[in-house]
T-cell receptor, first 108, second 116 residues
Framework: QKEVEQDPGPLSVPEGAIVSLNCTYS??????FMWYRQYSRKGPELLMY????GNKEDGRFTAQVDKSSKYISLFIRDSQPSDSATYLC????????FGAGTTVTVRA | DTGVSQDPRHKITKRGQNVTFRCDPI?????LYWYRQTLGQGPEFLTY????????KSRLLSDRFSAERPKGSFSTLEIQRTEQGDSAMYLC??????????????FGQGTRLTVV
Protein backbone atom coordinates (compact mmCIF):
# COMPACT_ATOMS: atom_id res chain seq x y z
CA GLN A 1 0.00 0.00 0.00
CA LYS A 2 1.30 3.44 -0.94
CA GLU A 3 1.72 6.05 1.76
CA VAL A 4 -0.46 8.47 -0.20
CA GLU A 5 -3.42 7.38 -2.31
CA GLN A 6 -5.00 9.63 -4.91
CA ASP A 7 -7.54 8.72 -7.56
CA PRO A 8 -5.88 9.51 -10.91
CA GLY A 9 -9.21 10.29 -12.59
CA PRO A 10 -9.46 11.67 -15.18
CA LEU A 11 -12.06 14.17 -14.05
CA SER A 12 -13.98 16.27 -16.56
CA VAL A 13 -16.30 19.09 -15.48
CA PRO A 14 -18.08 21.98 -17.22
CA GLU A 15 -16.84 25.51 -16.73
CA GLY A 16 -18.17 27.02 -13.51
CA ALA A 17 -18.54 23.69 -11.70
CA ILE A 18 -16.94 22.86 -8.37
CA VAL A 19 -13.99 20.50 -8.65
CA SER A 20 -13.48 18.19 -5.69
CA LEU A 21 -10.19 16.36 -5.25
CA ASN A 22 -9.03 14.20 -2.38
CA CYS A 23 -6.26 12.03 -1.01
CA THR A 24 -5.90 9.56 1.79
CA TYR A 25 -2.71 8.69 3.62
CA SER A 26 -1.41 6.16 6.08
CA UNK A 27 1.51 7.86 7.86
CA UNK A 28 0.37 9.51 11.10
CA UNK A 29 3.63 11.50 11.20
CA UNK A 30 2.53 13.72 8.34
CA UNK A 31 1.90 17.24 9.59
CA UNK A 32 2.14 19.43 6.52
CA PHE A 33 -0.15 19.04 3.57
CA MET A 34 0.22 20.60 0.17
CA TRP A 35 -1.53 20.72 -3.17
CA TYR A 36 0.42 21.24 -6.35
CA ARG A 37 -0.78 21.95 -9.87
CA GLN A 38 1.20 20.55 -12.76
CA TYR A 39 0.77 21.37 -16.41
CA SER A 40 2.00 18.95 -19.04
CA ARG A 41 5.79 18.68 -19.16
CA LYS A 42 6.22 21.34 -16.46
CA GLY A 43 7.33 21.20 -12.85
CA PRO A 44 4.73 21.14 -10.04
CA GLU A 45 3.54 24.56 -8.88
CA LEU A 46 2.59 24.99 -5.22
CA LEU A 47 -1.07 25.98 -4.79
CA MET A 48 -1.81 25.60 -1.10
CA TYR A 49 0.02 24.66 2.05
CA UNK A 50 -1.75 23.64 5.28
CA UNK A 51 -0.48 22.63 8.67
CA UNK A 52 -2.45 20.05 10.68
CA UNK A 53 -6.23 19.75 10.56
CA GLY A 54 -8.59 22.46 9.41
CA ASN A 55 -9.57 24.52 6.40
CA LYS A 56 -7.66 27.07 4.39
CA GLU A 57 -9.07 29.26 1.67
CA ASP A 58 -7.23 31.14 -1.06
CA GLY A 59 -9.42 32.75 -3.69
CA ARG A 60 -11.31 30.03 -5.52
CA PHE A 61 -9.34 27.26 -3.79
CA THR A 62 -10.16 25.64 -0.43
CA ALA A 63 -8.01 22.98 1.20
CA GLN A 64 -9.31 20.78 3.99
CA VAL A 65 -7.36 18.44 6.24
CA ASP A 66 -8.91 15.84 8.54
CA LYS A 67 -6.04 14.17 10.37
CA SER A 68 -8.37 11.90 12.35
CA SER A 69 -9.52 10.31 9.09
CA LYS A 70 -6.18 10.77 7.30
CA TYR A 71 -8.04 12.50 4.51
CA ILE A 72 -7.34 15.75 2.67
CA SER A 73 -9.37 17.60 0.05
CA LEU A 74 -9.03 20.43 -2.42
CA PHE A 75 -12.06 22.27 -3.80
CA ILE A 76 -11.93 24.57 -6.79
CA ARG A 77 -14.94 26.87 -7.10
CA ASP A 78 -16.10 28.48 -10.33
CA SER A 79 -13.70 26.32 -12.31
CA GLN A 80 -12.15 27.75 -15.47
CA PRO A 81 -10.62 26.07 -18.53
CA SER A 82 -7.25 27.38 -17.32
CA ASP A 83 -7.65 25.13 -14.25
CA SER A 84 -7.22 22.10 -16.52
CA ALA A 85 -4.12 20.39 -15.20
CA THR A 86 -2.95 17.53 -13.02
CA TYR A 87 -3.37 18.17 -9.30
CA LEU A 88 -0.98 16.48 -6.90
CA CYS A 89 -1.43 16.15 -3.18
CA UNK A 90 1.73 16.01 -1.12
CA UNK A 91 2.48 15.62 2.54
CA UNK A 92 5.57 15.34 4.63
CA UNK A 93 7.41 14.47 7.74
CA UNK A 94 10.83 15.62 6.49
CA UNK A 95 10.39 14.91 2.77
CA UNK A 96 7.42 15.22 0.50
CA UNK A 97 5.42 12.13 -0.38
CA PHE A 98 3.11 12.58 -3.36
CA GLY A 99 -0.08 11.08 -4.61
CA ALA A 100 -0.26 9.90 -8.22
CA GLY A 101 -2.08 13.08 -9.29
CA THR A 102 -5.60 13.65 -10.62
CA THR A 103 -5.97 14.94 -14.17
CA VAL A 104 -8.71 17.56 -14.40
CA THR A 105 -10.28 18.95 -17.56
CA VAL A 106 -12.61 21.94 -17.36
CA ARG A 107 -14.75 22.12 -20.49
CA ALA A 108 -15.61 25.57 -21.86
CA ASP B 1 14.10 34.76 -12.17
CA THR B 2 14.46 33.83 -8.51
CA GLY B 3 12.85 30.42 -8.70
CA VAL B 4 14.45 26.98 -8.80
CA SER B 5 16.46 26.57 -11.97
CA GLN B 6 17.33 23.26 -13.64
CA ASP B 7 19.68 22.59 -16.52
CA PRO B 8 19.37 21.14 -19.06
CA ARG B 9 15.64 21.07 -19.70
CA HIS B 10 15.92 18.12 -22.01
CA LYS B 11 18.58 15.45 -22.45
CA ILE B 12 18.68 12.59 -24.93
CA THR B 13 21.43 10.08 -24.37
CA LYS B 14 22.42 6.65 -25.54
CA ARG B 15 22.17 3.71 -23.20
CA GLY B 16 25.37 3.27 -21.22
CA GLN B 17 26.38 6.94 -21.29
CA ASN B 18 26.74 9.09 -18.19
CA VAL B 19 24.63 12.20 -17.69
CA THR B 20 24.75 15.03 -15.16
CA PHE B 21 21.98 17.45 -14.25
CA ARG B 22 22.28 20.70 -12.36
CA CYS B 23 19.89 22.41 -9.96
CA ASP B 24 20.15 25.94 -8.61
CA PRO B 25 17.79 26.35 -5.65
CA ILE B 26 16.10 29.49 -4.45
CA UNK B 27 18.72 31.63 -2.78
CA UNK B 28 19.18 30.92 0.94
CA UNK B 29 17.00 27.81 0.89
CA UNK B 30 18.65 25.24 3.14
CA UNK B 31 16.94 22.14 1.83
CA LEU B 32 17.24 20.73 -1.64
CA TYR B 33 15.39 17.68 -2.93
CA TRP B 34 15.65 15.50 -6.01
CA TYR B 35 12.60 13.65 -7.31
CA ARG B 36 11.91 11.47 -10.33
CA GLN B 37 8.58 11.45 -12.13
CA THR B 38 7.38 9.06 -14.80
CA LEU B 39 4.29 9.49 -16.94
CA GLY B 40 1.05 9.23 -14.99
CA GLN B 41 2.77 9.06 -11.62
CA GLY B 42 3.49 11.53 -8.88
CA PRO B 43 7.07 12.54 -8.14
CA GLU B 44 9.11 9.90 -6.29
CA PHE B 45 11.65 10.96 -3.70
CA LEU B 46 15.28 10.26 -4.55
CA THR B 47 17.40 12.20 -2.07
CA TYR B 48 17.65 15.42 -0.12
CA UNK B 49 20.26 17.76 1.30
CA UNK B 50 20.28 19.98 4.33
CA UNK B 51 22.85 22.56 3.29
CA UNK B 52 25.76 20.48 1.96
CA UNK B 53 24.91 17.31 3.89
CA UNK B 54 23.06 14.54 2.06
CA UNK B 55 20.69 13.27 4.73
CA UNK B 56 18.74 10.54 3.02
CA LYS B 57 18.77 8.50 -0.15
CA SER B 58 15.81 6.49 -1.38
CA ARG B 59 16.27 2.85 -2.27
CA LEU B 60 15.29 4.02 -5.77
CA LEU B 61 18.71 5.64 -5.93
CA SER B 62 20.88 2.77 -7.10
CA ASP B 63 24.68 2.91 -6.99
CA ARG B 64 24.62 4.32 -10.53
CA PHE B 65 23.14 7.53 -9.14
CA SER B 66 25.09 10.09 -7.17
CA ALA B 67 24.15 13.55 -5.98
CA GLU B 68 26.24 16.33 -4.55
CA ARG B 69 25.66 19.77 -3.14
CA PRO B 70 29.07 21.35 -2.65
CA LYS B 71 29.06 24.43 -0.42
CA GLY B 72 25.35 24.06 0.15
CA SER B 73 24.40 25.96 -2.96
CA PHE B 74 23.70 24.29 -6.33
CA SER B 75 23.37 20.53 -6.65
CA THR B 76 24.22 17.98 -9.32
CA LEU B 77 22.67 14.60 -9.99
CA GLU B 78 24.75 12.17 -12.01
CA ILE B 79 23.54 8.94 -13.55
CA GLN B 80 26.23 6.54 -14.70
CA ARG B 81 25.74 3.83 -17.32
CA THR B 82 22.23 5.00 -18.14
CA GLU B 83 19.50 2.46 -18.80
CA GLN B 84 16.23 2.87 -20.67
CA GLY B 85 14.40 2.61 -17.35
CA ASP B 86 16.09 5.83 -16.27
CA SER B 87 13.99 7.77 -18.79
CA ALA B 88 11.90 10.16 -16.69
CA MET B 89 11.52 13.75 -15.58
CA TYR B 90 14.04 14.62 -12.88
CA LEU B 91 12.74 17.34 -10.60
CA CYS B 92 14.59 19.48 -8.13
CA UNK B 93 12.91 21.37 -5.30
CA UNK B 94 14.10 23.61 -2.50
CA UNK B 95 12.64 24.79 0.76
CA UNK B 96 13.75 27.08 3.56
CA UNK B 97 13.23 24.34 6.19
CA UNK B 98 15.78 23.70 8.89
CA UNK B 99 13.77 21.14 10.84
CA UNK B 100 10.70 19.02 10.29
CA UNK B 101 8.64 22.14 9.87
CA UNK B 102 8.65 24.84 7.27
CA UNK B 103 8.89 22.43 4.39
CA UNK B 104 6.97 24.42 1.81
CA UNK B 105 8.85 23.23 -1.25
CA UNK B 106 9.18 24.91 -4.62
CA PHE B 107 10.00 22.95 -7.75
CA GLY B 108 12.00 23.69 -10.85
CA GLN B 109 10.78 22.93 -14.36
CA GLY B 110 12.58 19.61 -14.42
CA THR B 111 15.04 17.87 -16.70
CA ARG B 112 13.44 15.40 -19.08
CA LEU B 113 15.79 12.50 -19.74
CA THR B 114 15.32 10.13 -22.64
CA VAL B 115 17.62 7.13 -22.89
CA VAL B 116 17.66 5.55 -26.34
Amino acid sequence: QKEVEQDPGPLSVPEGAIVSLNCTYSNSAFQYFMWYRQYSRKGPELLMYTYSSGNKEDGRFTAQVDKSSKYISLFIRDSQPSDSATYLCAMNDYKLSFGAGTTVTVRA
Amino acid sequence: DTGVSQDPRHKITKRGQNVTFRCDPISEHNRLYWYRQTLGQGPEFLTYFQNEAQLEKSRLLSDRFSAERPKGSFSTLEIQRTEQGDSAMYLCASSPGTGQGNTEAFFGQGTRLTVV
